[in-house]
């Protein structure tokens, strides 16, 4: 299997796309509720998954899947966001020290993936810690979002392993992940959360980017079943087949957006995107980009 990616908008040769199979909010979290998913929601969004899948693969992407492990028997959490746990720089892949203590079990669902790979674990015991969704990858440079999910250590950590590379840090809202806030789109062109973000506190890294500015006043109120794990900013959270293919949910003004830019949609909805957590970006690892 080759692993090779460096950013987020490079053809797409290979992906892991995640799974809602015994899906569990645990204990010790914020859930007010802790326990496994309603029956409906994981069926729903299998569902909706397997949808991006014949996508993908009619796009002729190799498709993998995570290995299926009971999260309620084990009180952890979920396979639904494999890009949380996983970070793929180049031809390495980063283990990555995460918020939650509980989703450290999900590395085992990708064994097969890993397996001879050229695998970095961040260490356990040194107050290093980021989510891989803390990251945005641009070529040379990760962007790399600090958060209650990733401390200024995990990117002084980053830095330390890709010299070559430049790690810049930006604060510019205080949620958890970067993925709804900053969406490449290709080399150049950026999607980024109005909301969030100014042209004033705009990252060093886009500042000669073309800006596509959209906010909650663009989105469809998205519905979720019992409480959110997401904002309805979740709906920005969209991935890249290629520079001219994307893959959105059903959100007409960024289509809208794209097309002007000569930038294809597949609309997949995610009925469950909020309620999991987790929209296309978020719910898919590249493994290769050309």
Known sequence: MKISSNNEWGELKSVVVGDAIHANKPEGLHFDKPGPYRGEVTAQATSDLNKLVRVLEHEGVKVYRPIEKNFVMMDGMYNY??????LVVGKTIIDCNMQYDCREMEISSYSNILKKQHIIKVPRDKGIMFDA???????????YLISPSGNYMGADWLQEQFPKLTVETTETYSGIHIDS??????????????????PETLPKCFKDWEVIWLGNEDLKRKRFTGEAFASNYIQLNFMMINPELAV?????????ELAKRGVQCYVVPFAHSRTLGGGHHCCTLDLHRR
């Open 81 to 86: 966001c494999p890009r949380d746990r996983l």
């Open 133 to 143: 969704a803390n990251v945005c990858r641009l070529n040379n440079t990760l962007l």
């Open 181 to 198: 806030t900053f969406v490449p789109v290709r080399q150049g062109l950026v999607v980024v959360n109005k909301d969030r973000v100014t």
């Open 248 to 256: 959105i949910d059903d959100t007409p003004v960024l289509q809208q």
